[in-house]
């Protein structure tokens, strides 16, 4: 015999049909023992111990933990039981009646087919005992306990089909539930993230590059006059002022980009990003001679390489990827291609369900003058490349 059913916490319904099989099968003990008095049968002495007998192994059984827990100690009670009402129905005719919750009995506690031979045999034995007692030997005799078998078995089985649905809900309910908790606090993640990378990007183009300005007139204006002239000094403290506040700003935006970035280059913030990355074997390299780049350029390609490497992990059932950063003359490249079932890029372009990435993507590429481009076929993998166009004084 397997081992018995995982318990399941009982909910109001299971624990209403718990104690319906438990007054059924008591009532029909009581039942039995009242006519065997009542019809002064000759053993009726015999047949009220069995069934009080049969009460007490039955009651001992419902309330071992050791019987909800373990397959052989489920075994051995439903033996002792079997045994009982075998001895009962020796005895009574009447004792036949029991099989009936005893069908369930065995249906709950027993592997299906296991259970299904011990339904089979039950029903086998009622009958055996109908017939040993001088029952006519009718259609009756025997569709009786087989047809009740199978009510018990259908019934049983159509319940562990909807509860196993039900299951199915909450699991999908929790599930959602959980996700939608994750998708507000990655939205929440995002938005603040996506702040910090504006109010950097506002500070280096405008306050930034404003106080460098004004600290080159500054000099010029320094320069331009003679030594001695009296506003010099004052100049030379207003350029001092607007350097110190140069530096403050730059302070600002180093605290304000992302941390993946705060502790080196781009080139090791990818590199940590492809080691770091669960899934398929991920390979990094650059190719080109290595540049300082804007931080909107490095937060855009490492936000871009972030969002396509979770694509690949996700979605693409890959075995292997690989991020390629390429610095040029006057552009830097980032290729990210993996060796996964691929997609139909014009499927998603047309608004198939393809999700925010590749859209987010493109948006970030654009708003930095960039291109952005995808290339892949239905089991041949995917290519995503980005490039952007350095500025001058990058």
Do not use: K
């Amino acid at each position: 015999m397997s081992a018995a059913p995982p318990s399941r916490p009982l909910t109001p319904v299971t624990r209403v049909l718990r104690l319906c099989l438990h007054a059924l099968l008591l009532g029909l003990l009581a039942l039995a023992s009242a006519r065997a008095v009542a019809d002064s049968a000759p053993r009726a002495g015999w047949v009220t111990g069995l069934c009080v007998l049969l009460a007490a192994v039955y009651a001992a059984g419902v309330r071992a933990p050791a019987v909800h827990r373990s397959a052989r100690a489920a075994g051995l009670w439903l033996a002792g039981v079997g045994a009982v009402w075998a001895a009962l129905l020796v005895l009574s005719p009447d004792g036949l009646w029991v099989a009936f919750p005893l069908y369930f009995l065995e249906l709950h506690l027993l592997r299906l087919r296991w259970a299904l031979a011990a339904v089979g045999v039950t029903a086998c034995a009622a009958i055996g005992g109908f017939l040993a007692h001088g029952g006519a030997l009718t259609p009756g005799a025997f569709l009786g306990p087989l047809l009740g078998g199978a009510v018990a078995v259908a019934t049983v089985l159509g319940y562990q089909a909807l509860y196993r649905e039900s299951e199915r809900r909450r699991e999908l309910i929790e599930e959602l539930i959980a996700t939608r908790a994750e998708l507000a606090a990655a939205e929440r993640s995002a938005g603040i993230l996506a702040e910090r990378e504006r109010l950097a990007r506002e500070i280096h183009d405008t306050l930034a590059q404003g106080l460098s300005s004004i600290q080159l007139l500054l000099r010029a204006a320094e320069r331009a006059l003679p030594e001695d002239a009296p506003a010099a000094d004052h100049i030379a403290r207003a350029r001092e002022a607007a350097q110190d506040n140069l530096a403050e700003a730059r302070r600002f935006v180093r605290a304000l980009t992302p941390p993946d970035l705060e502790h080196g280059s781009l080139a090791a913030a990818l590199e940590r990003l492809c080691s770091g990355a669960p899934g398929p074997r991920v390979r990094f390299s650059v190719s080109g001679a290595p540049r300082a780049l804007p931080t909107p350029y490095e937060v855009a390609l490492l936000r871009i390489a972030q969002s396509a490497l979770a694509n690949v992990v996700r979605h693409a059932g890959a075995g292997r990827a690989e991020i390629t950063l390429t610095f040029m003359d006057s552009s830097v490249t980032l290729d990210v291609v993996d060796d996964g079932r691929g997609f139909d890029p014009a499927g998603v372009a047309a608004g198939g369900d393809g999700g925010f990435g590749l859209p987010a993507m493109r948006a970030r590429a654009e708003s930095l003058g960039g291109l952005f481009t995808v290339e892949s076929d239905p089991g041949q993998g995917t290519a995503v490349a980005v490039t952007l166009p350095l500025p001058v004084e990058a």
